[in-house]
């Protein structure tokens, strides 16, 4: 009884001592790591990914529509309002799609045929934070791919674009905006499984983009009443007038109505997506 | 005092009528007391859907348990589930490698994971690789693995935080015999180096060979717990006879009942004819010649010593391969 030599030479473990608030701190920015580091390994998928699509609708719709004098905004002046206005939805879409390729496609595959998932939820961390950690990741990816995108929807045009950009605007909005996708990702990630998601594409991104004031500014619906208001549903609606406040000189929704928008959704779909997560994880 | 404070420390995981009912009343895990000591790998043997998955989920915060407590390392794994997750090591049924790193970066970012720094998680890669023998693969996709090198990477990942207790969950289940062999042998190793291990499995061969004790459960309760020596001899008989053979089988087994005057017990079941014997000293002609006495004819015979498979099947009266 007297002896304490411990009968194991397997050293303690490398975590005791840390405290959990550590531990989860490290453990976070370890899956950040991770995450930007698969990132980097897969830049030759995330460039074109991330680039073609905004390059194609700025392209056709404000280079060749015009060129051919054909298309949105008629010639002139209602080209150059076009183009100046579809800045901000280009932003706000590829942001939205990050939402969906680093945070939701990924996780469906993760729950389901890798089940990588079970090996990350056994970090040292509350299994909330897995979840948070993932919004983060898609967030900064939503970052990376606005700045990435935002100079192909200012210099492709073929008429000019007239930016006026509202700096406080743009750098609150820049980063809700960045979180609203993630969270939305972590929600998408967590309602689809491997079967169901063709239609996570067909029947919710499909309307989010068409009808979420990408094309057009929200408040130029005013003639079709019924459908400005059930837009209001819409996430990306905020998201692309809040963007038009702070790259355009274009007439956008009032901010006192896009932040309380923003933050709401952002709550909502943090709420959706964590609770959905550890109903998958945890039983 | 400090005999209590001893054997505190030594025991890694304790659990009080653990359990667990999922929805629609399914009761997967009944009432479980258990105890592992410190530097002994334990098993829980059972058929599927015995439970085991579930115990083992309990333990390594996975799933909920509605009833119950379960201390591992001692913190309870339900108030602290963070604090347990730092000292328990999981390899897991199914290859959840992470798919989009390399077989060394899987282990460096696993050690980033348990907070070590970049140099020692970088060390501690390499020098697992060389442990277990996959050095030559560091740069490839874990896809690319065979499955017995998927699972090695798994039992190092699993180990890299030095775990105070390394959980498998049946680790050689769809492995090859010669990647079977390969595992036991590390666990083997990592159980001299004083490595606690739990181990759930169905096949009582990995039970028998690896485990200091096992415990046997079914339908979620424990029905038996002891080293396999122990298990075996507490069955108290020598040999189970199975006899094969055409006609009413539950007419056979009294027959045979009335003609071996030592049997411990004869029993018809699964379409045999079952004989426990203290000693099979002239027991099989016996057996013969009272059967075809009574007009049956023997297809088959066999006699088995005591296995862990005649214990289950003495506990539960069914096969643990079913």
């Known amino acids: ?283 | 005092m400090a005999d209590n404070l001893e054997s505190a420390i030594d025991e890694v995981i304790h659990t009080e009528a653990l359990t667990k009912v999922y929805p629609g009343d399914i009761l997967a895990v009944d009432g479980l007391d258990l105890s592992v000591a410190r530097g002994e790998i334990f098993g829980l043997l059972g058929p599927n859907g015995a439970g085991k998955t579930t115990t083992a989920g309990m333990l390594t915060t996975r799933v909920i348990p509605t009833g119950g407590t379960a201390f591992v390392g001692g913190i309870d794994v339900v108030a602290h589930p963070t604090a347990a997750k730092q000292v328990i090591g999981v390899v897991p049924q199914t290859n959840t490698l992470d798919r989009s790193l390399t077989v060394w970066e899987n282990l460096y970012f696993h050690g980033r994971f348990f907070g070590m720094n970049a140099k020692t998680s970088k060390a501690e890669a390499t020098r697992l690789l060389e442990q277990f023998r996959l050095s030559d693969r560091a740069t490839v996709d874990v896809s690319a693995l065979s499955g017995g090198m998927a699972q090695r990477l798994m039992v190092a990942r699993a180990i890299m935080h030095r775990p105070a207790i390394l959980f498998l969950d049946e680790p050689t289940a769809g492995l090859d015999p010669q990647s079977r062999i390969a595992l036991w042998d590390i666990l083997g190793e990592l159980h001299t180096d004083g490595q606690t291990i739990l181990l759930t499995t169905h096949y009582m061969e990995e039970a028998d060979e690896l485990c200091d004790r096992l415990a046997i459960i079914d339908h979620g309760k424990l029905l038996a717990l002891d080293t396999p020596a122990n298990l075996k001899r507490s069955v108290g008989i020598d040999a189970m006879i199975t006899v094969s053979a055409t006609g009413d089988l539950d007419r056979l087994a009294s027959v045979l009942r009335d003609s071996l005057t030592t049997a411990t017990k004869v029993e018809s079941v699964d379409g045999v004819v079952r004989v426990w014997m203290q000693q099979l000293v002239g027991v099989l002609p016996a057996i013969i010649d009272a059967a075809e006495k009574q007009g049956f004819t023997v297809t088959d015979l066999s006699s088995t010593e005591p296995t862990l498979e005649t214990v289950f099947i003495s506990l539960t009266g069914k096969d643990l391969r079913e």
Request: hydrophobic share 55%; with cysteine; charged share 10%.
């Open chain 1, 1 to 283: 009884m007297t002896s304490m030599t411990p009968r194991a030479t397997i050293p303690a473990p490398a975590t005791l001592g840390q405290s959990t608030r550590v531990a989860t701190r490290r453990a976070f920015f370890a899956l950040m790591l991770r995450d930007l580091t698969v990132l980097r390994k897969q830049l030759g998928q995330f460039l074109p990914r991330t680039l073609l699509q905004p390059f194609l609708l700025v392209f056709v719709f404000t280079y060749v529509f015009p060129k051919i004098g054909q298309g949105v905004g008629g010639s002139g002046a209602g080209a150059a309002l076009f183009s100046t206005m579809l800045v901000a939805g280009v932003v706000g879409l590829s942001i939205m799609f990050q939402g969906i390729q680093s945070v939701a496609l990924p996780m469906v595959q993760e729950f389901g045929y890798t089940r990588e998932i079970e090996d990350r939820v056994l970090a040292p961390m509350p299994v909330s934070l897995v979840a948070m950690e993932k919004v983060a990741s898609g967030a900064l990816n939503g970052l990376f791919s606005a700045i990435l995108v935002f100079p192909i929807a200012a210099i492709v045009p073929a008429t000019p674009v007239h930016l006026q950009i509202n700096w406080p605007v743009l750098l609150t909005l820049t980063p809700l905006a960045c979180y609203m996708c993630g969270a939305l990702g972590l929600t998408f990630g967590t309602l689809f499984d491997s079967r169901t998601v063709p239609l996570l594409f067909g029947i919710v991104v499909l309307p989010l983009t068409f009808l979420g004031a990408i094309y057009y500014p929200w408040q130029s619906l005013e003639p079709i009443r019924w459908l400005q208001i059930g837009v209001l549903v819409n996430p990306l609606v905020y998201m692309c007038e809040g963007f038009r406040a702070a790259l355009t000189p274009v007439p956008h929704m009032s901010l006192w109505a896009i932040y309380p928008a923003m933050i709401g959704f952002s709550a909502l779909f943090t709420w959706l997506g964590i609770s959905g997560f550890k109903k998958r994880v945890l039983s």
